[in-house]
């Protein structure tokens, strides 16, 4: 190149920015940002979730009434969460250094892990009381907890969402009402973590919703008979195996 070319191109993009001149790398290199937000909040939601199903796995361990120390540390917690979640995704989450993730899921999942394992160091006088059966340290509790925390030390926007929840902080905004909705469609699948996602506020933001379908051992208190108080003094909502009882929402800012 030319040296009278590479100083016309320099104060070309100066002037007109990389956007005019080159905009199908600049394009190009937008969609990619956009695919590593969304691939990033994605393994969010999942992460949070492989928590609730720890928690979900361990419940009977928890509400053993004739236990006291169960056991149950955030250091048992994470290792039962990287197996879960590396047999679920493929990733193991003590090497992501070494896992095909984006730069950005590097910095922010491990950083949610240290959230969930504060929120089970946090309720371990909760687990440990002895004399008592159900605590209510539930999967949604957990979940609720462990995304304000990291809410709060990340900025980034995590939570559960849910048509009518029982929590009113899980209450949705237009974007998860939307997608719940989505979610009720009978084609949608019930199987794999597939998510709904959409740019939005003209590009700078990505949103990504995972549901969360009803498994069999939720019944319990969300199944039926509908209107009867079960266990955590709520009423039953009449839910069937397979039907959407809610979904994670993420909220990422595209720079």
Same mark, same amino acid.
């Given at each position: ?48 979730? !492989? *928590?609730?199903?720890?928690?979900? %796995? ?7 009434? =004739?236990?006291? $120390?169960?056991?149950? @540390? ?79 030390? !990340? *900025?980034?926007?995590?939570?559960? %969402? ?7 902080? =899980?209450?949705? $905004?237009?974007?998860? @009402? ?78």
């Amino acid at each position: 190149m030319s040296n009278a070319r590479a100083i016309v191109i320099v104060f070309a993009t100066f002037f007109l920015g990389e956007e005019l001149l080159f905009p199908l790398t600049a394009r190009a290199t937008a969609d990619a940002v956009e695919a590593d937000a969304v691939e990033t909040g994605r393994l969010l939601a999942v992460v949070l979730d !492989s *928590g609730r199903v720890t928690i979900r %796995a361990n419940q009977l361990l928890i509400d053993d009434p =004739n236990k006291g $120390d169960k056991g149950f @540390t955030a250091y048992v917690f994470e290792k039962q969460l990287i197996e879960q979640f590396k047999d679920r995704m493929k990733i193991n989450l003590a090497d992501l250094g070494n896992e095909n993730v984006p730069k950005l899921a590097r910095k922010l999942l491990p950083a949610l892990i240290d959230a969930m394992k504060q929120t089970v160091d946090d309720f371990q006088p909760v687990i440990n009381r002895q004399g008592i059966g159900f605590k209510g340290f539930i999967p949604a509790t957990f979940g609720t907890h462990a995304a304000a925390k990291f809410r709060a030390k !990340s *900025g980034v926007y995590l939570k559960q %969402a849910k048509i009518s929840p029982r929590n009113s902080s =899980n209450s949705p $905004d237009e974007f998860e @009402t939307k997608a719940l909705k989505e979610f009720t469609n009978s084609n949608f699948p019930r199987q794999g973590d597939f998510n709904v996602s959409d740019t939005m506020d003209g590009g700078k933001l990505v949103r990504v919703m995972l549901p969360l379908f009803y498994r069999k051992s939720c019944l319990l208190c969300h199944g039926e008979p509908k209107g009867e108080k079960d266990i955590t003094g709520y009423m039953k909502e009449g839910a069937k195996e397979g039907d959407v009882g809610g979904a994670i929402s993420v909220k990422l800012t595209l720079k």
